[in-house]
């Protein structure tokens, strides 16, 4: 079950995926400026196999506070890892940098975590300016008021003998979003002139001048579900294979700016091969990320790709 809490004025929100029966998990991490919590469990050498929920939000490191309501939530269900005196729930958290859109006094915190658990479903994933993706933004280096929306995104695809992968992600990158297909930017650092331009080009303009300030400021974020049966360790494998997706999608990728990090689930007993599942799992992590940028919505002065095109081409289409 997914679920999120937004705040619109302030421009931040977070996201839950629960699985409160519990799930196998493990994470990769890419990016070298990650805030997460209880990412070391995740390693398949850790004792704990089960996960109850996965936090992602914005809100930079104070938003990691959201994992506490989605650990209260759990708890007053009956739902953790029973240690005897108590079951305490295992929430692994990451978070992205939103703080310069809307109000960065307002970041998600316990309440947050648990308004997002409750409006939790099975339904169809709300994706654009809602959730970890409400206070997204993408290609920063002219400068955060040179930047696009992003938002959030998902996708799925349902295999033969049942097996379902599905992959949801919080879309806040230092570089562009660009189709896998075409190479063409569909969303980043905003020209004076109009259109976008490319950040490793405009990047190789300026060497020499310090991006210091960037650095944290971005994160993609992913989370990757499936009911094939997998060990901590295939669930690394799926993490890691995940991510090419966002080389396939975003430029650069994995920057020393950004904090990209992806959670893999596997919840079921469908029999797949695991290489296969990694590989869908990529196809379907850069599908999502078309998507944030395609649903996100123009926020608090930061326009959506979308309104853009609108705004060039003045037919709406």
Not at 299 to 308: S, V
Request: a neutral charge.
């Amino acid at each position: 079950m997914v679920g999120h809490w937004t705040d619109l004025a302030a421009g931040t929100g977070c996201t839950v995926v629960l699985c409160p029966d519990g799930a196998t998990a493990s994470v990769d991490v890419r990016g070298t400026a990650p805030g997460t919590r209880e990412t070391d469990l995740l390693d398949p050498l850790g004792m704990v196999d089960q996960v109850h929920a996965i936090l992602i939000g914005g809100g930079s490191a104070y938003g990691l506070a959201a994992a506490d309501g989605v650990m209260r939530w759990l708890e007053e269900h009956g739902y953790g890892l029973d240690v005897g005196v108590a079951k305490v729930p295992i929430v692994p958290a990451a978070i992205l940098f939103d703080l310069p859109l809307g109000r960065a006094t307002v970041r998600p915190d316990a309440a947050a975590g648990y308004a997002a658990c409750v409006a939790a479903n099975a339904g169809p994933v709300a994706e654009g300016s809602v959730g970890a993706g409400t206070g997204a933004a993408i290609g920063k280096i002219m400068g955060f008021d040179r930047a696009t929306k992003g938002g959030l995104g998902s996708a799925a695809r349902k295999l033969s003998g049942g097996v379902i992968v599905g992959a949801l992600v919080a879309v806040n990158p230092f570089g562009g979003v660009i189709d896998p297909a075409t190479g063409a930017i569909l969303a980043g650092p905003r020209k004076p002139g109009g259109g976008f331009a490319d950040t490793v080009a405009f990047g190789q303009s300026i060497i020499g001048q310090t991006l210091r300030k960037m650095a944290g400021a971005n994160t993609t974020l992913a989370i990757i579900a499936t009911n094939a049966r997998l060990d901590k360790a295939g669930c690394r494998k799926v993490a890691q294979m995940a991510q090419d997706g966002f080389a396939r999608a975003i430029r650069p990728a994995h920057t020393h700016f950004d904090g990209d990090t992806i959670f893999a689930l596997s919840r079921g007993d469908k029999q797949a091969d695991l290489s296969l599942i990694g590989a869908i799992a990529a196809d379907l992590t850069a599908e999502a990320i078309v998507r944030a940028v395609m649903a996100a919505e123009s926020l608090h002065g930061i326009p959506a790709a979308r309104d853009l095109r609108q705004g060039e081409n003045g037919t709406g289409q």
